[in-house]
């Protein structure tokens, strides 16, 4: 599915999504507020930190400003998400940008997907937790590139229902598989979002002789 986006609006909902309640939750959600396409801190700390060439993994992508940046510094993006709404979104702004052949929309349940082991040069998430996703995003990082991802942190004062998109500081280096090393790992306050934020880089593979 490309940011010409064909499954939305043309009654091409695959029939397992059809029904999903993230995805009825998030397009409800989103078609009653206009999007931002706001780009996150984490995006500049990736690009800061560099990570090789190749494609790059967004996974729970939404309307996502990340994206449209880090295909406006000529990467080709891989944006996963559950909401069509979202993805319809981001594929007309990825037009409007001329960005279209670089984002492609990908609508799928992102705990059962599953990338490319070792495809990514960079794998991305912001504002989203999932236990399975967060091992199959580490498992789609190429040698010598990066995971960077932020998750809403445990909070007592969060709205009751929320803890399943939450996950303790400290837990995401916690749960890198061996061959990561972790560039940062810092708790990070916007508005009233606590996260936490983890960016850690694949070693290179070694090649024995
Ligand atoms: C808090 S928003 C974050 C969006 C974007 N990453 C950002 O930082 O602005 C959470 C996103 O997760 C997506 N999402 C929720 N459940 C999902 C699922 N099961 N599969 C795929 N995406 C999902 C929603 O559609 C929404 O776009």
Redesign the pocket.
Known sequence: MTASNPHAGDGRIPDHLQH?P??L???Q??QANPPTF?A?RLVTEALAAGFPDGPVL?????????ALELAATGRHVVA????DV?LDDLAAQARQRGLSGRIDGVL????S?RPRPAGFALVL????W?AD?FAAGCRAVASGGLVAW?ALTDDPAAKPGTGR?RVPHGELSRRLPTGFAVLMEEPSTEGDRRSTVLLARRQMYRRDH
């Open positions: 999903h993230d995805r939750r998030w397009n959600r989103y706001t996150h967004e996974l729970a992508a939404g309307r996502s400003g990340n996963v998400d559950v909401s979202a799928a349940d992102v705990p997907y998430a912001t504002f989203y999932d996703a932020q998109w």
